[in-house]
């Protein structure tokens, strides 16, 4: 049995996704930073590589790669604030 070129593209993709969501809901779930910072740069590689695979405009994937690394940041630092959030509302 094969499967087609566009299904194996497909099934990889949701197979790099679903270890990289796997990874983020264990993060949140136990407070592992490592889990949730691998999940997201996991997520981010993956979706950038992908714009960078298909979009031939040197620009567009500069500006790609700037917009990931910004929600890469941004993520990070909301996981690193919620502890925070937590403690003042338990006071």
Do not use: Q, S
């Amino acid at each position: 049995m094969t499967i087609g070129p566009i299904a194996g593209v497909l099934l990889a993709n949701g197979l790099v996704l679903a270890v990289a969501g796997a990874l983020v809901a264990r993060g949140l779930a136990v407070r592992d930073r490592g889990a949730f910072l691998g999940g997201t740069g996991i997520a981010a590689f993956a979706g950038f590589l992908r714009f960078a695979e298909y979009d031939h405009d040197l620009t567009r994937k500069a500006l790609a790669f700037v917009v990931v690394g910004i929600a890469f940041v941004a993520a990070a630092w909301l996981y690193e604030r919620r502890p925070a959030r937590e403690a003042a509302h338990a006071a």
